[in-house]
T-cell receptor
Framework: ETGVTQTPRHLVMGMTNKKSLKCEQHLGHNAMYWYKQSAKKPLELMFVYSLEERVENNSVPSRFSPECPNSSHLFLHLHTLQPEDSALYLC????????????FGPGTRLTVL | GENVEQHPSTLSVQEGDSAVIKCTYSDSASNYFPWYKQELGKGPQLIIDIRSNVGEKKDQRIAVTLNKTAKHFSLHITETQPEDSAVYFCAASTYSGTYKYIFGTGTRLKVLA
């Protein structure tokens, strides 16, 4: 185990649903990340939080809404998604200093019908 | 934008043989290069990394080399075993307000028993 947990592990939702993904890290890190992993594409960085402040939003559609209530927890709120949003959503954390490794959670496999 | 190219996309080797995966990055400011292994149903796990002030690093059967001038880095796995079968990702870390990874597209390694 990497010290980063994600729930749920699998999620199926309709296009009109609202759901949330949860990530928790037990490593004392101060930066957290959301990535999208689609088949045959590089991991796409979606959001970065450093010290609970959003420092990066990589042109992600507004139907994805992140929330970082504290340095250990990160959420991704989902609403009115599209079928092309189906993917593995990975959370990662790191200590925000030069060249620090990122530790990944197991991911949430999301299917949008 | 900045990118990381990774080759090959798939690689099959006989058990006991060596495997080599190569990556090329575009941002000359990149200074940290991790390699991740992702097994089915799991998140990426760091297996080895190298920093820009080092040319080579080895950890048992795994080694990484870095050529900063050519902006190339490679993963070498010797004496491959069936449990080495997985998808391997390279990444280059660059600072632009926060420390950000650019990932390669992944290499699916199959070790044939």
């Amino acid at each position: 185990e990497t010290g980063v947990t994600q729930t749920p592990r699998h999620l199926v939702m309709g296009m009109t649903n609202k759901k949330s993904l949860k990530c928790e890290q037990h490593l004392g890190h101060n930066a957290m990340y959301w990535y999208k992993q689609s088949a045959k594409k590089p991991l796409e960085l979606m959001f970065v939080y450093s010290l609970e402040e959003r420092v990066e939003n990589n042109s992600v559609p507004s139907r994805f809404s992140p929330e970082c209530p504290n340095s250990s927890h990160l959420f991704l709120h989902l609403h009115t998604l599209q079928p092309e949003d189906s993917a593995l959503y990975l959370c990662a954390s790191s200590q925000e200093t030069p060249g620090q490794e990122q530790f990944f959670g197991p991911g949430t496999r999301l299917t949008v019908l | 934008g900045e990118n990381v190219e990774q080759h090959p996309s798939t690689l099959s080797v006989q058990e006991g043989d060596s495997a080599v995966i190569k990556c090329t990055y575009s941002d000359s400011a990149s200074n940290y290069f991790p390699w991740y292994k992702q097994e089915l149903g799991k998140g990426p796990q760091l297996i080895i990394d190298i920093r820009s002030n080092v040319g080579e690093k080895k950890d048992q059967r795994i080694a990484v080399t870095l050529n900063k001038t050519a902006k190339h880095f490679s993963l070498h796995i010797t004496e491959t075993q069936p449990e080495d079968s997985a998808v391997y990702f390279c990444a280059a870390s660059t600072y632009s307000g926060t420390y950000k990874y650019i990932f390669g597209t992944g290499t699916r390694l199959k070790v044939l028993a």
